[in-house]
């Protein structure tokens, strides 16, 4: 794993970035008084790679957690998810894999209806999970975690192994250590290289930076650029909300289960209402 030379190079990758970027979405915001307009959403999302589309979801009966959810990513979008503890990230993230009910509502992937279908199926068809925790498998090496994740496609291991290791060449010099004994920032990388394993073309990430330093958040983060950069879609859930907004082209706040406000990275991360709402308490948690 290379280190960015120092804060200000990375600020200046990531402004690079920015300018790169075209700011062909514009921001959509609503009062959550207001009733909900998904005309923005739904003329958006077409052709999308992945969409979730008004999505009801709840662990249990009579409760829902999310409570209308709209989200897409286009292909080769950098996607981010920011919001307040408890908001519904994660439940967003899981619905989209299969492991929340989604009780009404719809999920796409290539245009073909996904909602509700199993985890293991969803990786065959080419998405990829990390999850918030547990991300690993401490008791296994390094390559018996990336093992793990190509254990659907167990021929194209070597194949794999070799693109995991141009993105984290670390993974691939210290392969037979216990992943247990890794750094959190390392762990990370284990994770990612495991969902990576299975060439997937959507990235799900839940919380990628979570528990690490600034300096190995940074790394996270520029790994995360990386694997973007192969061509894979990545819909990467944040606590570290600006400096997500940084990195990402597109970002959806979320907040008691509904969208609050979405738009280009720079739009959120220049709107002051997000700023006042989201990002002034975000950024002291
Ligand atoms: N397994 C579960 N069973 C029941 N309720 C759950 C479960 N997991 C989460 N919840 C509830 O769903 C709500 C949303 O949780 P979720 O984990 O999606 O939030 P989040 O936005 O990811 O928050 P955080 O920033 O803390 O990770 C919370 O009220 C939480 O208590
Ligand atoms: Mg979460």
């Known amino acids: 794993m290379t280190t960015p030379d120092n804060a200000h190079e990375f600020e200046r990758e990531l402004d690079l970035d920015a300018a790169q970027r075209t700011d062909h979405h514009h921001g959509r915001h609503r009062d959550d008084a207001e009733a909900v307009d998904r005309s923005a959403h739904v003329a958006a999302a077409e052709g999308a790679l992945v969409r979730v589309d008004d999505a009801i979801a709840g662990y249990l009966p009579g409760v829902n957690i999310l409570n209308g959810c709209d989200l897409y990513a286009q292909e080769g979008e950098l996607v981010g998810i920011i919001g307040p503890n408890g908001a519904g990230k994660s439940t967003l993230l899981k619905a989209l894999?299969?492991?929340?009910?989604i009780k009404e509502g719809t999920?796409?992937?290539?245009g073909?209806?996904?909602?509700?279908?199993r985890a293991d199926q969803?990786?065959?068809?080419?998405?990829?999970f990390v999850p918030q925790s547990n991300n690993v498998f401490p008791s296994l090496t390094i390559e018996e975690n990336l093992q793990m994740g190509a254990y659907q496609a167990p021929g194209s291991f070597t194949e794999r192994f070799d693109f995991v290791a141009g993105l984290f060449p670390t993974l691939a010099d210290r392969r037979k250590q216990r992943a247990g004994s890794l750094s959190g920032g390392e762990r990370q990388m284990v994770a990612m290289g495991r969902a990576?394993?299975?060439?997937?073309?959507?990235?799900l990430l839940d919380e990628p930076s979570a528990g690490l330093s600034p300096v190995l958040t940074d790394e996270v983060f520029v790994r995360v650029k990386d694997i973007n950069a192969t061509g894979v879609?990545?819909?990467?859930?944040?606590?570290?909300?600006?400096?997500?907004?940084?990195?990402c082209d597109r970002g959806y706040v979320l907040d008691q289960g509904r969208n609050a406000y979405t738009g280009t990275?720079?739009?959120?991360?220049?709107?002051?209402?997000?700023?006042?709402l989201y990002l002034g308490t975000l950024a002291k948690a």
């Open 122 to 128: 969803l990786v065959k068809r080419g998405i990829g």
């Open 265 to 276: 990275g720079r739009q959120l991360a220049t709107d002051p209402k997000v700023i006042e």
């Open 112 to 117: 073909e209806t996904i909602t509700n279908m």
């Open 233 to 247: 879609t990545v819909i990467m859930v944040e606590q570290n909300a600006r400096r997500c907004l940084q990195i």
């Open 107 to 110: 999920v796409t992937l290539r």
């Open 97 to 101: 894999f299969g492991l929340v009910k």
């Open 196 to 203: 990576l394993m299975m060439n997937p073309s959507v990235l």
